[in-house]
T-cell receptor, first 111, second 111 residues
């Protein structure tokens, strides 16, 4: 079993839709949770970072963590064609440790 | 300020040759990470440098892979006697505390 499982997609939605991206993890030692966006042939770009259960909002993006169920989500409101990319969840145990990534979900937002 | 930079952006080499990939982290970041992104494999951790501590090499796939970080800044990842399965995008990231910021990557193709 992989340490981090991510809904594989691909996901195709119309412009303006609410998008839900999801990951689950198995190791309760994981403490820090991140979401990255990666455009084709580019490096991953940090979108959201959180370390506590609950919601964290930044503009159209909301990161949600539920440590009791070991489940994390990223919600995108009012999705735009420019949101079309691969989204990666990434988790780590301590402040200085390596990131463990999900496989990524490819999102296409159609105008 | 400037982000993480990597060079070269693309490298094509013949099987059996050695290659060197370079990473310039964000100024002031004490931690530096190398990851590899392959089709169907996702992002996998290779090696981690933190300050003057001994690096965490636990992700290196074989003894053909090595890395060093000189003066606590620039890092070089070396792959000796390259194999076709080494073809991937090699990504470098740096961090100060928790968030890791990625460079654009080096796309390595081994013929």
């Amino acid at each position: 079993q992989k340490e981090v499982e991510q809904d594989p997609g691909p996901l195709s939605v119309p412009e303006g839709a609410i998008v839900s991206l999801n990951c689950t993890y198995s190791n309760s030692a994981f403490q820090y949770f991140m979401w990255y966006r990666q455009y084709s042939r580019k490096g991953p770009e940090l979108l959201m970072y959180t370390y506590s259960s609950g919601n964290k909002e930044d503009g159209r993006f909301t990161a949600q963590v539920d440590k009791s169920s070991k489940h994390i989500s990223l919600f995108i409101r009012d999705s735009q064609p420019s949101d079309s990319a691969t989204y990666l969840c990434a988790i780590k145990e301590t402040s200085g440790s390596r990131l463990t990534f999900g496989e990524g979900t490819q999102l296409t937002v159609n105008p | 300020g400037a982000g993480v930079s990597q060079s070269p952006s693309n490298k094509v080499t013949e099987k059996g040759k050695d290659v060197e990939l370079r990473c310039d982290p964000i100024s002031g970041h004490t931690a530096l990470y190398w990851y590899r992104q392959s089709l169907g494999q996702g992002l996998e951790f290779l090696i981690y440098f933190q300050g003057n501590s001994a690096p965490d090499k636990s992700g290196l796939p074989s003894d053909r892979f090595s890395a060093e970080r000189t003066g606590g800044s620039v890092s070089t990842l070396t792959i000796q006697r390259t194999q076709q399965e080494d073809s991937a995008v090699y990504l470098c990231a740096s961090s100060q505390i928790n968030e890791q910021f990625f460079g654009p990557g080096t796309r390595l193709t081994v013929l």
